[in-house]
């Protein structure tokens, strides 16, 4: 376990290498306390459900529904908060009366969508028997179906302007935006829960060797049921992030979060085998693309040319985090 | 000790994977301080009778009596609750985990208070008592915390058998627990083997190799083709019989 | 704000502006590249293009976050959503970062210096008017679009759903998505004429839908039969009206687009003149078989390369 | 191996159940030649796909860069047809009096390219012991990219409409359209290949156990790298197809295609742990979304619906079929 | 037929694993007609020692002398073109695979003619031909065209050892090869080595069972923890001997 977190430890250096290369070749434009605070406001939804699926594939499984998820959650937060906030005249008025009941409600609703859904994710997975990549692909379309048919297709309007002001504008301690408090709690809970409690050793047991983990009495399918309907919950909690920075809910966005949130563990080094995984992996794995568009946009790269050179950054990162994992195993 | 006292009891198990019979109408008995062998040639449906009485098979019929009671194990989980441990042929070890996890595994110690209430795990201790625990079996592996697949396999098999003796309370089933072990790890094993019948608790010993099954068993039943061919007295038979019971070519003992 | 190579000084000076399309790859947008590109050229200022690669807003704001950073004398932006879009655009005017819309637009529009947009929903209307025309006011017809919450196509879907209303014998199929991808558009069109073989018309609300639409109309050999309208007019759907896959296409002047966002801004920041109306709409133009030589059409065909 | 190909056979049955409802349900539009041939023009490209990445997966690999190969093929394909085929005026004005040079030259630079692409990703994962879901993301990104920076991000235009009459349109022997039988082809050819021959022997092994499969001799990283090359090349053969149907070659199109055929595989039974799977279960995961998409838009279900209702029948779809092989099993 | 002729040795192995030294300055080597057994403690290097004779592992140091050319095996590729095949400790079997694709893997027959050089397989003559062998190994084994992983442990072994008796030419090199077989099973194994000797093939035959190492034999190889400690002749020493060669406490008999 030890080794392990040195190697998460390894791929954190090449985003300190990244973070140097810029900070040099740009100066203040980039090595500066706004733009790390408006990278990390930007990646934070990816990084939850980064942190989510990364729990999904260390037990072996995947979860192809995080994006549908952050929407539906995010649709049914806004459309919440819409109907109980004020009565249609007022709220198209954009007066809210009721949105102190309002909001939080429609937080606790979408909250609540998103650990349905996961539920529903995990009883497909241990009751069906599906493979998890089926099970995940056919909730894709479900949740985000259900979303469009909520909403009408259409970004929820007249969504109150003050869950922005609450949550997403405002500084906590004076300069910690909220939705970056709450990565911070997320990541820190979930390195806890994966490194240091009997939950996260259930996750790495079942990946490793789930016929073994039945064998010495750890009920598999009830785990499975609880890493799915984190996962989901955790991209619930992005959707009311993304309502509170968008104050609204983008039901067309969102589709490639999936694979976006998949690429961020396995770039952390977490295995699509499972048993293997780190959470510290996972946030260095959003990190690196995010850093890197960045970097990218303020050194003005031309963007098609900006995929070219982020593809190849991400091979040569994830080459030297390799060659270097092998040669500590080599040790 | 030793005694006439069922612990755990089997009757007319019956078990097919499609047109194979792997068990038929196999009546087994496990009694108090014994160590009971179980021989029989490859595919004999020795490793099939253990999933069962364990639960990870569900037989197609027969009952399982365990203490007096019949019981039904759902799960293997349900069997380790009732203090039936096992050391199974592919071992059932998570590869990934250190020998601590997997020595703790589905039996993790948690922190004391509210940590554990969470569901912290007491690593420092569960680190000191493998080491005791190793020491006290006198099992050498590499290093406790390093991931079981940098393990050889005898040393694999070494970390099953440690957990299997630590936790039984009740039963202690090993399906060739000697079989990639070198000749000083086995004598440990079968040395530990006799210590586990001293505290009063049953072991089930699976093994091929007739001189270690002779050394340690109080009772050989052997299994021929998914049937119960014969029960011998290591005292009484001999190793011939014992092989002509499982190939068939003599009758080496009448059933009780 | 203002520091790094701008300064509202003289005029030798080369003003760096950012534009930032709704999608990058797309014809509509490199368009108005081209025409925000030649604009800078001949004004002397350097301009950098920056885009998502999905047409949302969540990808579209860490872009428009670095490229503040980046702290340009103006920034072009074509934001994805009218509500989500605010917050970030009005971080770049906190940081006295003049901001021009271009294409669409945001709820508080007056944060921006101006606002240069397509009326997606009046371009609807006009592909309704043109499908109309061209099926003789009577049959069903059907829209293909890209998928639902993106704004631009949303509201030409409105758009050509309130024009067609008007006229009774038009029988009104639905709206239909293909994912921006014609293979699926292409599917969309041959199912339907299966279930209606009397399908009269199609509109297809962006490049890609169009494209399908009359690869679909072609594969079930019922070119005669359907008319497709599209939306945009790129070289290859100017190609496609030639060779009757497509019947009309309705094109956005983003050349022009691109082209006054970047003459408001330089002046802006050579003069701090701002423009004379804040809300500039620009038109569009059908173009079909029999208009498209003359020349005033012709002006408004999107280009491939600069 | 033969029960293998009795459970594709049974997805297959599946597959015949949902074409026999629709057949019910809506008559004539839906049974008819017409409707297939498209169903199964529509749906050419889509499989080349599936096959190829059918092999890879079944090593234990994953493909991502597929849709990207696809479209960078069709652009060096469209720019070469169009460079080759007359003058910048001559095309223009859509006289192409070299293209029969121009045409089959743009053919074979779009193959070419295809397979240059898969080649890479292979030296990638047997050179760079890359995992391949990072290499093939990773080439994902360089390849679009590249073929954008190559495009300037637009379709190509003035491509030769002669491709689209003679590969497109054309339909041999009075009725078969071309992507059709190239589809049957490649098809057949992979059947073979996969359950036939000495290549797919090796296809399975590796995915099964690499490790055997060195140790009993069989150059694991020279296989690797053909069974990527492959998969390249028949993404550059789609891309051929691509080009015929729409005449231009389409930059922005293609970016959910990756999942689509890593779908269409496992829904066919391919396992994504290798050592499993066939073409004929890839060949029916293909079209099993493709029919239930026409025969819902033949339907008239609503948009929002369908994809519901596709989520809903294939979580169904995969689940009998899975039951049935585990039934298989026992027995 | 038996001689002195070195068919294969090995010099000065050297071979670490981090700080685990696994091979120290091993010399070892493998002679017509004789079967040689290798022996010693869990850990103590055999396999690693067979993994870099067979080209599967790269020695940090020492030579490998093959029919008297010095070689380097790059792959077991290499080694397998030679004419050496192994069965390897953990079988090296692909699970998915049924027992005749496993037994023709990277040895497959092809069909005749322009088939064949296109790669098509010649399944009838390869299942004909794995019946053929497995009926003159008389390995038993459910169903030839089943996947292994439906197969028994010992079951597997069978399969893997004929794989390897089935191609060797010049050496056949086999780790544990009757770990989990039955009484009958390890009958026929051993057989099946002294039938390979016969033919003028040298074997290497590893094996925690003293009794079976001294029944089959014709040379002994001790190593103890990665050193080669004692050679023993099976004629003149004892099982007692070898033990405590393995185990350290008495030196055995002297290195040659
Ligand atoms: N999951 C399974 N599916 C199909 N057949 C099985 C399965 N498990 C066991 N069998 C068959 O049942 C029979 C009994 O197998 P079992 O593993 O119980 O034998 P065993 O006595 O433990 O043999 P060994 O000494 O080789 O371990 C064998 O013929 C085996 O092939
Ligand atoms: N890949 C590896 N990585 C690290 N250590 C290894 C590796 N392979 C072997 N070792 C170590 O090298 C030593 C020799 O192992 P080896 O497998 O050769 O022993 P062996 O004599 O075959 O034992 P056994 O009888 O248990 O099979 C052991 O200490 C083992 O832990
Ligand atoms: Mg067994
Ligand atoms: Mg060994």
Same mark, same amino acid.
């Given at each position: 376990?030890?080794?392990?977190?040195?190697?998460?430890?390894?791929?954190?250096?090449?985003?300190?290498?990244?973070?140097?290369?810029?900070?040099?070749?740009?100066?203040?434009?980039?090595?500066?306390?706004?733009?790390?605070?408006?990278?990390?406001?930007?990646?934070?939804?990816?990084?939850?459900?980064?942190?989510?699926?990364?729990?999904?594939?260390?037990?072996?499984?995947?979860?192809?529904?995080?994006?549908?998820?952050?929407?539906?959650?995010?649709?049914?937060?806004?459309?919440?908060?819409?109907?109980?906030?004020?009565?249609?005249?007022?709220?198209?008025?954009?007066?809210?009366?009721?949105?102190?009941?309002?909001?939080?409600?429609?937080?606790?609703?979408?909250?609540?969508?998103?650990?349905?859904?996961?539920?529903?994710?995990?009883?497909?997975?241990?009751?069906?028997?599906?493979?998890?990549?089926?099970?995940?692909?056919?909730?894709?379309?479900?949740?985000?179906?259900?979303?469009?048919?909520?909403?009408?297709?259409?970004?929820?309007?007249?969504?109150?302007?003050?869950?922005?002001?609450?949550?997403?504008?405002?500084?906590?301690?004076?300069?910690?935006?909220?939705?970056?408090?709450?990565?911070?709690?997320?990541?820190?809970?979930?390195?806890?829960?994966?490194?240091?409690?009997?939950?996260?050793?259930?996750?790495?047991?079942?990946?490793?060797?789930?016929?073994?983990?039945?064998?010495?009495?750890?009920?598999?399918?009830?785990?499975?049921?609880?890493?799915?309907?984190?996962?989901?919950?955790?991209?619930?909690?992005?959707?009311?992030?993304?309502?509170?920075?968008?104050?609204?809910?983008?039901?067309?966005?969102?589709?490639?979060?999936?694979?976006?949130?998949?690429?961020?563990?396995?770039?952390?080094?977490?295995?699509?085998?499972?048993?293997?995984?780190?959470?510290?992996?996972?946030?260095?794995?959003?990190?690196?693309?995010?850093?890197?568009?960045?970097?990218?946009?303020?050194?003005?790269?031309?963007?098609?040319?900006?995929?070219?050179?982020?593809?190849?950054?991400?091979?040569?990162?994830?080459?030297?985090?390799?060659?270097?994992?092998?040669?500590?195993?080599?040790? | 000790?030793?005694?006439?006292?069922?612990?755990?009891?089997?009757?007319?198990?019956?078990?097919?994977?499609?047109?194979?019979?792997?068990?038929?109408?196999?009546?087994?008995?496990?009694?108090?301080?014994?160590?009971?062998?179980?021989?029989?040639?490859?595919?004999?449906?020795?490793?099939?009778?253990?999933?069962?009485?364990?639960?990870?098979?569900?037989?197609?019929?027969?009952?399982?009596?365990?203490?007096?009671?019949?019981?039904?194990?759902?799960?293997?989980?349900?069997?380790?609750?009732?203090?039936?441990?096992? *050391?199974?042929? =592919?071992?059932?070890? !998570?590869?990934?985990?250190? +020998?601590?996890?997997?020595?703790? $595994?589905?039996?993790? %110690? #948690?922190?004391?208070?509210?940590?554990?209430?969470?569901?912290?795990?007491?690593?420092?201790?569960?680190?000191?008592?493998?080491?005791?625990?190793?020491?006290?079996?006198?099992?050498?592996?590499?290093?406790?915390?390093?991931?079981?697949?940098?393990?050889?396999?005898?040393?694999?098999?070494?970390?099953?058998?440690?957990?299997?003796?630590?936790?039984?309370?009740?039963? *202690?089933?090993? =399906?060739?627990?000697? !079989?990639?072990?070198?000749? +000083?790890?086995?004598?440990?094993? $079968?040395?530990?083997? %006799? #210590?586990?019948?001293?505290?009063?608790?049953?072991?089930?010993?699976?093994?091929?190799?007739?001189?270690?099954?002779?050394?340690?068993?109080?009772?050989?039943?052997?299994?021929?083709?998914?049937?119960?061919?014969?029960?011998?007295?290591?005292?009484?038979?001999?190793?011939?019989?014992?092989?002509?019971?499982?190939?068939?070519?003599?009758?080496?003992?009448?059933?009780? | 704000?203002?520091?790094?190579?701008?300064?509202?000084?003289?005029?030798?000076?080369?003003?760096?502006?950012?534009?930032?399309?709704?999608?990058?790859?797309?014809?509509?947008?490199?368009?108005?590249?081209?025409?925000?590109?030649?604009?800078?050229?001949?004004?002397?200022?350097?301009?950098?293009?920056?885009?998502?690669?999905?047409?949302?807003?969540?990808?579209?704001?860490?872009?428009?976050?670095?490229?503040?950073?980046?702290?340009?004398?103006?920034?072009?932006?074509?934001?994805?959503?009218?509500?989500?879009?605010?917050?970030?655009?009005?971080?770049?005017?906190?940081?006295?970062?003049?901001?021009?819309?271009?294409?669409?637009?945001?709820?508080?529009?007056?944060?921006?210096?101006?606002?240069?947009?397509?009326?997606?929903?009046?371009?609807?209307?006009?592909?309704?008017?043109?499908?109309?025309?061209?099926?003789?006011?009577?049959?069903?017809?059907?829209?293909?679009?890209?998928?639902?919450?993106?704004?631009?196509?949303?509201?030409?879907?409105?758009?050509?759903?309130?024009?067609?209303?008007?006229?009774?014998?038009?029988?009104?199929?639905?709206?239909?998505?293909?994912?921006?991808?014609?293979?699926?558009?292409?599917?969309?069109?041959?199912?339907?004429?299966?279930?209606?073989?009397?399908?009269?018309?199609?509109?297809?609300?962006?490049?890609?839908?169009?494209?399908?639409?009359?690869?679909?109309?072609?594969?079930?050999?019922?070119?005669?039969?359907?008319?497709?309208?599209?939306?945009?007019?790129?070289?290859?759907?100017?190609?496609?009206?030639?060779?009757?896959?497509?019947?009309?296409?309705?094109?956005?002047?983003?050349?022009?687009?691109?082209?006054?966002?970047?003459?408001?801004?330089?002046?802006?920041?050579?003069?701090?003149?701002?423009?004379?109306?804040?809300?500039?709409?620009?038109?569009?133009?059908?173009?079909?078989?029999?208009?498209?030589?003359?020349?005033?059409?012709?002006?408004?065909?999107?280009?491939?390369?600069?």
């Amino acid at each position: 376990m030890l080794s392990r977190l040195a190697g998460s430890a390894f791929i954190f250096l090449i985003l300190a290498g990244l973070l140097i290369a810029f900070s040099i070749l740009e100066g203040r434009a980039f090595l500066s306390g706004d733009n790390f605070l408006n990278i990390a406001v930007d990646a934070s939804e990816l990084l939850l459900l980064a942190v989510g699926v990364t729990f999904v594939i260390i037990t072996a499984g995947i979860d192809l529904s995080v994006g549908s998820i952050l929407v539906l959650s995010s649709v049914i937060a806004a459309q919440t908060m819409v109907a109980l906030s004020g009565t249609d005249q007022q709220v198209q008025n954009f007066t809210y009366p009721n949105q102190a009941v309002g909001i939080p409600v429609g937080i606790a609703a979408g909250l609540l969508t998103g650990l349905v859904c996961g539920f529903i994710n995990g009883l497909l997975v241990t009751k069906l028997r599906l493979t998890p990549f089926i099970a995940t692909l056919g909730t894709l379309g479900v949740f985000l179906g259900t979303a469009q048919i909520l909403s009408g297709g259409t970004n929820v309007p007249y969504v109150p302007p003050a869950i922005q002001t609450h949550v997403s504008t405002r500084q906590l301690l004076g300069f910690l935006p909220v939705p970056i408090a709450i990565g911070l709690v997320v990541v820190g809970v979930a390195i806890l829960a994966l490194h240091r409690t009997q939950f996260g050793r259930y996750t790495y047991a079942i990946g490793s060797n789930a016929e073994a983990a039945r064998r010495v009495g750890i009920d598999v399918d009830r785990h499975l049921l609880k890493v799915y309907t984190l996962s989901g919950f955790l991209a619930g909690l992005a959707g009311i992030i993304d309502v509170a920075r968008f104050n609204t809910a983008s039901v067309g966005a969102h589709t490639l979060d999936n694979l976006a949130a998949i690429s961020a563990a396995v770039i952390g080094g977490t295995s699509l085998f499972g048993g293997i995984g780190s959470i510290v992996g996972s946030v260095v794995g959003t990190f690196i693309p995010a850093v890197l568009r960045n970097g990218f946009v303020i050194h003005g790269v031309q963007p098609f040319w900006q995929e070219v050179a982020i593809g190849i950054v991400l091979i040569l990162a994830v080459f030297i985090d390799q060659r270097r994992r092998s040669a500590e195993e080599r040790m | 000790m030793r005694g006439d006292e069922a612990v755990l009891q089997v009757r007319g198990i019956n078990k097919s994977f499609g047109a194979v019979e792997a068990l038929k109408d196999v009546d087994f008995e496990v009694r108090r301080g014994e160590v009971t062998a179980l021989i029989g040639d490859n595919g004999a449906g020795k490793s099939t009778l253990i999933n069962v009485i364990t639960g990870v098979l569900e037989p197609d019929s027969g009952d399982i009596v365990f203490e007096g009671e019949r019981v039904v194990f759902a799960s293997p989980h349900d069997a380790r609750e009732r203090g039936i441990e096992t *050391v199974y042929q =592919d071992l059932a070890v !998570a590869p990934q985990l250190d +020998a601590v996890a997997n020595i703790f $595994l589905g039996r993790e %110690r #948690r922190k004391a208070g509210i940590l554990g209430w969470l569901g912290f795990l007491d690593q420092q201790r569960m680190r000191e008592e493998t080491g005791e625990q190793l020491e006290e079996l006198r099992v050498r592996i590499p290093d406790p915390t390093k991931p079981l697949s940098t393990f050889s396999g005898g040393q694999r098999q070494g970390v099953a058998v440690a957990r299997a003796v630590m936790w039984a309370s009740k039963v *202690v089933i090993m =399906d060739e627990p000697t !079989a990639a072990l070198g000749v +000083a790890q086995v004598g440990m094993v $079968l040395d530990l083997v %006799r #210590r586990v019948r001293e505290t009063g608790i049953p072991v089930v010993f699976i093994s091929h190799n007739m001189p270690q099954v002779f050394d340690v068993a109080d009772r050989i039943v052997v299994l021929r083709l998914g049937e119960v061919v014969a029960e011998l007295d290591p005292e009484e038979a001999s190793t011939d019989d014992a092989v002509a019971a499982m190939t068939g070519s003599l009758r080496g003992g009448e059933r009780e | 704000g203002g520091g790094g190579g701008g300064g509202q000084g003289g005029g030798g000076e080369s003003y760096r502006l950012t534009l930032i399309v709704g999608v990058t790859g797309d014809e509509f947008y490199t368009t108005m590249e081209c025409g925000a590109q030649a604009a800078a050229q001949e004004l002397g200022a350097e301009l950098t293009v920056q885009g998502p690669e999905e047409f949302s807003a969540a990808e579209q704001t860490p872009i428009l976050n670095a490229a503040i950073q980046a702290n340009p004398d103006a920034i072009l932006i074509a934001p994805t959503d009218r509500t989500a879009m605010v917050a970030p655009i009005q971080s770049a005017v906190n940081q006295d970062i003049p901001v021009v819309l271009v294409d669409t637009t945001i709820e508080k529009e007056e944060i921006a210096l101006a606002q240069i947009s397509s009326d997606n929903v009046e371009g609807g209307k006009q592909a309704g008017e043109a499908l109309a025309r061209e099926i003789g006011e009577e049959g069903k017809v059907l829209v293909i679009s890209v998928k639902p919450g993106i704004s631009t196509t949303d509201q030409r879907q409105q758009g050509f759903e309130d024009a067609i209303k008007k006229y009774p014998n038009i029988e009104y199929l639905g709206t239909r998505f293909c994912n921006d991808d014609p293979t699926v558009a292409a599917s969309i069109t041959t199912s339907t004429l299966q279930s209606n073989p009397d399908l009269k018309g199609i509109f297809g609300a962006n490049v890609f839908s169009g494209q399908g639409a009359g690869t679909g109309v072609r594969q079930s050999g019922k070119k005669n039969q359907v008319s497709v309208v599209a939306f945009d007019a790129s070289p290859t759907q100017v190609e496609d009206l030639r060779s009757g896959n497509v019947d009309v296409l309705i094109a956005q002047h983003p050349n022009d687009i691109g082209d006054r966002g970047v003459r408001i801004a330089v002046d802006y920041l050579k003069a701090d003149k701002e423009p004379a109306s804040k809300q500039i709409t620009t038109g569009f133009t059908t173009v079909t078989r029999d208009n498209l030589e003359d020349p005033e059409v012709q002006e408004y065909l999107y280009k491939a390369e600069c």
